[in-house]
């Protein structure tokens, strides 16, 4: 009897394949053999939609055979559909789950934008493995800050997404400030902030903001910026020496706030405007 051909490829070179194909691409390449099964089984990247109690079931069950296996979870990408909140208790024990098994990249994600879910952002925040934070549709507020005493800071943390979040500058601060090491910051339509600071941020060389109140930026490091907004004055850069790339839209742009983009010194090197008035065009220096 041959040996089946599927079989000749190790556990490792399997999840590195399984890892390129979306989850549910790689849970049907379970049927090929029963290596390819064992692979999928601990396979380090798991992603989830939950629409129903039928999915609902289906993440508790394999969350908790990851628990109990101890089987190192890499990334962790969960979508939610569902309108009532008796489901965060789950999402919570979810959370600790893939905590405790090593996550090192998070994606939480309401499709309906809702801010209802109090994530536990300070658990994240003083994990040792996580290097990409990315949140969407969640609350920050939940958290008193008179009750914090302490933050632990993290050292692996270089991606920081928050799109549709409810937080203020007090609650971002203190994420920055325990984030020291992230390099790129994603800030997008997110509610209770009536402006940003961004000071003496050191390492952030990626920055992208859609939001349309005051945003103060100092990032001597910062190289690829992208602004949205409605008007560019609510936009100020106090230190752009080594910014290369620049990208503004949806806004009105004046001749003078124009004038001052394209000539703004040192490295600037890719200049892209797009709003109403002008559409959209590219400035590269040669």
Same mark, same amino acid.
């Given at each position: ?34 290596? @390819?099964?064992?692979? @999928? ?8 939609? =939950? ?17 109990? !296996? ?23 024990? @979810? ?7 090593? =996550? ?21 925040? !003083? ?64 509610? !209770? ?94």
């Amino acid at each position: 009897m041959g040996t089946n051909s599927a079989d000749m490829l190790s556990v490792c070179l399997i999840h590195k394949i399984l890892c390129y194909l979306s989850y549910g691409e790689a849970a049907r390449m379970r049927i090929l053999s029963k290596t @390819w099964l064992q692979a @999928w089984l601990d396979l380090p990247n798991l992603e989830f939609e =939950v629409t129903s109690g039928m999915s609902i079931t289906i993440v508790d069950e394999i969350t908790n055979r990851y628990r109990d !296996g101890n089987i190192p979870i890499d990334k962790f990408e969960f979508h939610n559909y569902t309108k009532p909140d008796h489901i965060y208790p789950l999402i919570d024990r @979810w959370l600790d789950i893939v905590l405790q098994n090593g =996550v090192r990249h998070l994606v939480y994600r309401d499709v309906r934008y809702s801010t209802s879910y109090p994530f536990p952002i300070l658990k994240f925040v !003083g994990s040792n493995f996580l290097r990409e934070l990315i949140l969407t549709g969640c609350d920050l507020m939940h958290i008193s800050l008179s009750s914090i005493s302490y933050v632990a800071k993290s050292h692996s943390l270089r991606k920081l997404s928050l799109s549709c979040v409810r937080l203020d500058m007090n609650m971002l601060q203190i994420l920055l400030n325990s984030c020291p090491f992230v390099v790129d910051l994603v800030i997008e339509h997110c509610t !209770g902030l009536k402006s940003i600071e961004l000071l003496n941020l050191c390492n952030i060389r990626s920055l992208t903001i859609r939001i349309h109140q005051p945003v103060t930026i100092q990032a001597p490091a910062l190289e690829h910026l992208t602004y949205s907004s409605y008007c560019l004055k609510q936009l100020h850069i106090i230190d752009y020496e080594n910014l290369k790339s620049l990208e503004i839209s949806y806004m009105e742009v004046s001749y003078r706030s124009l004038n001052n983009l394209i000539s703004i010194p040192y490295c600037l090197e890719r200049l892209i405007l797009a709003n109403n008035t002008v559409s959209k065009f590219n400035v590269c220096r040669s």
